[in-house]
């Protein structure tokens, strides 16, 4: 969304919110390790999703 936005303001403040979320993947990829665990199978599907919507959502702001 972030990258598809056009206002500065709404910008920063998702960008300051995709750093929190890729510390949160951090500690969780950290977590997943300490046990010994493997992610999902779909992450790369999550990923493509939600960017996607993402960028739905950032170049239709404005219409609606």
Do not use: P, V
Not at 16 to 32: F, P
């Amino acid at each position: 969304q972030a990258a598809f936005t056009e206002d500065e303001k709404t910008k920063k403040q998702l960008l300051a919110m995709c750093s929190e979320e890729r510390e949160h993947l951090k500690i969780c990829h950290g977590r997943l390790d300490e046990l010994g665990a493997k992610g999902s199978i779909f992450n790369g599907l999550w990923y493509i999703s939600s960017f996607s919507l993402g960028a739905l959502a950032g170049l239709t702001q404005k219409r609606y």
